[in-house]
């Protein structure tokens, strides 16, 4: 069985006195798309941000292909390519969308043959940016933000790219679109961790999933088995879930 691209072991984090995740494991294989689903307050934010470097975790370890990066910054974690999309998209006001794009590539420095390739990359995925590429990115639609926020992500190169709260705030439609398109980015090779409180659409979007309550990590299993499980169903769905395929 092939390693891991990113491994988190019993993870212990929280703010200041307030412990919020208590001995988090977690797994994400090369090219697979993880959920983690639970309520509000359940430790889902922590975690990401415990993993992209932004909170420094009391205990445990974050690793990515092997190499450890516990503790090692958000810089040095983003260059070895962890990128964590925020909740809420946090676009910089002022600047175009081109320019909010270029910002996700500023590790990698401005200009490169490599980062223009990138930039027609992503504004052909998303060809309402390439439509908007001028326009101030705060003036977007909501949908057309987190599109915003995703390609802003996927021009620092990830290996691996995390999306806290996909589809908040946003109509059916544009979260089915933002959904079609996630499966395609991550046919090209990017490993995904997505967030969602929607946990149909995380059922539906990934492969595997684990559930965090309380910040503690109380089920784990293929969506599939999630989805069809009486638990999972009443705590989250409140009904039955058929998953396509």
Avoid: W
């Amino acid at each position: 069985m092939s390693q891991p691209l990113l491994s988190v072991e019993t993870i212990n984090a929280g703010y200041g006195l307030v412990s919020v995740l208590h001995d988090v494991s977690i797994s994400v294989m090369p090219g697979e798309i993880v959920c983690l689903i639970g309520s509000n307050g359940a430790g889902k934010t922590t975690l990401l941000r415990t993993i992209s470097g932004v909170l420094t975790p009391a205990s445990g370890s974050v690793r990515l292909d092997g190499a450890d990066l516990t503790g090692a910054g958000t810089k040095a974690i983003v260059r070895a390519g962890i990128v964590h999309v925020p909740e809420g998209r946090r676009l910089f006001a002022g600047l175009s969308v081109r320019e909010n794009l270029l910002m996700g590539a500023y590790l990698r420095g401005a200009g490169t043959p490599e980062v223009r390739r990138d930039l027609d990359r992503v504004l052909a995925t998303f060809p309402r940016l390439a439509e908007r590429a001028s326009q101030d990115a705060s003036t977007l639609s909501g949908g057309e933000q987190q599109m915003c926020a995703i390609g802003r992500g996927l021009m620092a190169a990830p290996r691996l790219l995390m999306i806290d709260e996909l589809s908040l705030g946003l109509a059916p439609k544009v979260v089915d679109e933002l959904v079609e398109t996630l499966a395609a980015i991550n046919k090209s090779g990017t490993a995904i961790l997505v967030v969602e409180q929607d946990v149909a659409t995380a059922l539906a979007l990934a492969q595997r999933g684990f559930v965090l309550d309380t910040g503690r990590i109380v089920a784990s299993d293929s969506t599939r088995a999630l989805a069809e499980s009486p638990e999972i169903q009443k705590a989250y769905l409140g009904a039955e879930l058929e998953l396509a395929g």
